[in-house]
């Protein structure tokens, strides 16, 4: 049974940063990709950044030079680390793994920039 479980949201100002979590078991952690997803209120979940398994990172757009994503196949663990953080970034976060979302999501952890 695959289990992701997202933490490290907060309620923040514009500007300040914070380190999400994702803590995966279930699956073989180091030959897959993984993925940071967010959904904000009325809008449909986008994809914010993936891993690969060769540590290969794509971004999108409007976090790309503020957000890093990175992972530890010791700990099972992939991690998104949001610096200058805007209120356009409000939402909540998930992680998933594959390429494309595989597996069933998760809880999420909250992001709250305000301004």
């Known amino acids: 049974q695959v289990r992701l479980v997202e933490s490290g949201g907060g309620l923040v100002q514009a500007g300040d940063s914070l380190r999400l979590s994702c803590a995966v078991s279930?699956?073989?952690?180091?030959?897959?990709?993984m993925g940071w997803y967010r959904q904000a209120p009325g809008k449909q979940r986008e994809l914010v950044a993936i891993i690969t398994y060769r540590d290969s990172t794509t971004y999108a757009d409007s976090v790309k030079g503020r957000f890093t994503i990175s992972r530890d196949n010791a700990k099972n663990t992939v991690y998104l680390q949001m610096n200058s953080l805007k209120p356009e970034d409000t939402a909540v976060y998930y992680c998933?793994?594959?390429?494309?979302?595989?597996?069933?999501w998760g809880q999420g952890t909250q992001v709250t920039v305000s301004s």
């Open positions: 279930g699956i073989n952690f180091r030959v897959n990709a």
């Open positions: 998933n793994y594959g390429l494309r979302p595989m597996g069933s």
